[in-house]
Nanobody, 125 residues
Framework: QVQLVESGGGLVQAGGSLRLSCAASGRTFSSPGMGWFRQAPGKERGFVAAMTSSGSTTYYADSVKGRFTISRDNAKNTVYLQMNSLKPEDTSVYYC??????????????????WGQGTQVTVSS
């Protein structure tokens, strides 16, 4: 089992920045990658960003490319999502997730085995 706990969410004005953290215990960094997803009110959970287990390759949804950056600090067992130039459309609960060993992509919820409880991000206009 892998335990993931997100933090760093909050209320920010449009154009502002937030850094989300995902503190991991267990075998999170032995998994074949980590991801961030988000779920807005009335909408399905969708892909935001992901990275390979080594951190050498990253993936981003088109809607956040150029604004968000996923990174990790192995010494702290923590994955980050730096969010810049935030827009009201980014308002969501953000979840981190650990990728399954038998997954075929980085882009769907079914590719991930373990999930955090989420942290709320609200962007005001």
């Amino acid at each position: 089992q892998v335990q993931l706990v997100e933090s760093g969410g909050g209320l920010v004005q449009a154009g502002g920045s937030l850094r989300l953290s995902c503190a991991a215990s267990g075998r999170t960094f032995s998994s074949p990658g980590m991801g961030w997803f988000r779920q807005a009110p009335g909408k399905e959970r969708g892909f935001v960003a992901a990275m390979t287990s080594s951190g050498s390759t990253t993936y981003y949804a088109d809607s956040v490319k150029g604004r968000f950056t996923i990174s990790r600090d192995n010494a702290k067992n923590t994955v980050y999502l730096q969010m810049n130039s935030l827009k009201p459309e980014d308002t969501s609960v953000y979840y981190c997730a650990s990728r399954s060993w038998n997954s075929r992509s980085y882009y769907t919820t079914g590719d991930y085995a373990y999930w955090g409880q989420g942290t709320q991000v609200t962007v005001s206009s």
